[in-house]
């Protein structure tokens, strides 16, 4: 009996295996570049309108005027003009002028009145509604019945409804309780609202019932479990309620305008709505401004941001 030769079709088993591995690498490495590209052109579109705000706060105003004065001017009537000639967007200045800065943090103060305005109104709402939140998801968490279900899914159908819906109630409200035109208005609403609540009550339900039973055994309290236990393992998700809270509450804009009828206590996002044409170099370095602090709330808590939207429960070691 003459043995059959292996050797050749195990080579070329062999040889076709590696074309195929070598094949699904070339199409793994051009998949990961075209989403490389689509992510790239994504970006630049998404920062384009940040970085041209930022670099036209450093223009004079008369250069400002000549590129852009065709967008804001307007008619005797007050319409809008038509814009016949293509607008030029220049993101590098002929000459760097400060005076667009000096003009807003020094010679008008009431820009920074605004901008204050904004963190009183906000500043509250975002601690408030953290500290209530925690406790309230920490409730909803721990503890079953019909009546949380109830209660819980009330909250669900208040978060999914836009804040235009419930303007008209809570200005009814406001009224009533006589807080209408104070600052009461808009902290009450804030500090009570469902977003924070649902999100860390799905974040503490994540957390092994074992740890909390193991806590219980050595004579732990609900207290005890609440602020040595789920408050450290929710940071995460606490961090990323906060920077969420603050974005959304700091570029408010209805409420100020419904609740409050006088102008000194609207915040800045208001503000910004109501810059008229002959202060457009003006509306560039306040908006830069402006952009500050949520541009650094969102670069010191991202890895918190991604950490607590991501996680899935358990204990890190």
């Not at 650094?296 to 429960?313: A, K, M, N, R, S």
Request: proline share 4%; hydrophobic share 50%; with cysteine.
């Amino acid at each position: 009996m003459k043995k059959k030769n292996t050797s050749g079709l195990s080579g070329l088993t062999q040889e076709k295996i590696a074309l195929q591995a070598k094949r699904r690498k070339f199409f793994k490495m051009f998949r990961l570049v075209i989403a490389t590209m689509i992510a790239a052109v994504f970006a630049v579109l998404f920062l384009t309108p940040i970085v041209l705000t930022i670099t036209n706060s450093f223009m004079a105003s008369s250069e400002i005027s000549a590129n852009y004065g065709s967008v804001f001017a307007t008619t005797q009537t007050g319409g809008k003009v038509y814009i016949a000639e293509k607008v030029n967007l220049k993101f590098i200045p002929d000459m760097v002028s400060f005076s667009q800065y000096i003009t807003v943090l020094f010679k008008s103060p009431e820009y920074l009145l605004k901008f204050w305005n904004s963190v009183i109104l906000v500043g509250p709402i975002v601690l408030f509604q953290l500290i209530i939140a925690t406790l309230a998801s920490y409730g909803f968490s721990r503890y079953s019945g019909k009546l949380r279900s109830i209660i819980f899914f009330a909250y669900i159908i208040l978060m999914l409804m836009p804040y235009q819906v419930t303007l008209v109630p809570n200005y009814l409200v406001s009224d009533w309780l006589n807080i209408l035109d104070s600052y009461w208005s808009i902290w009450l609403p804030g500090i009570f609202s469902p977003f924070a609540v649902y999100l860390l009550t799905k974040y503490m339900r994540r957390i092994p019932t074992s740890v909390i039973e193991a806590a219980q055994i050595d004579g732990a309290g609900e207290w005890q479990i609440y602020r040595r236990i789920c408050m450290p393992l929710c940071k995460g998700a606490i961090c990323s309620a906060a920077i969420l809270v603050f974005i959304d509450y700091w570029n408010m804009v209805e409420q100020p305008l419904i609740l409050l009828s006088d102008a000194e206590t609207h915040p800045l996002s208001v503000f910004l709505s109501k810059i008229n044409q002959g202060e457009i170099g003006l509306a560039f370095a306040v908006a830069t401004i402006y952009m500050v602090p949520s541009l650094l709330v969102f670069l010191y808590g991202e890895e918190y941001l991604v950490d607590g939207i991501t996680y899935q429960g358990g204990i890190k070691g």
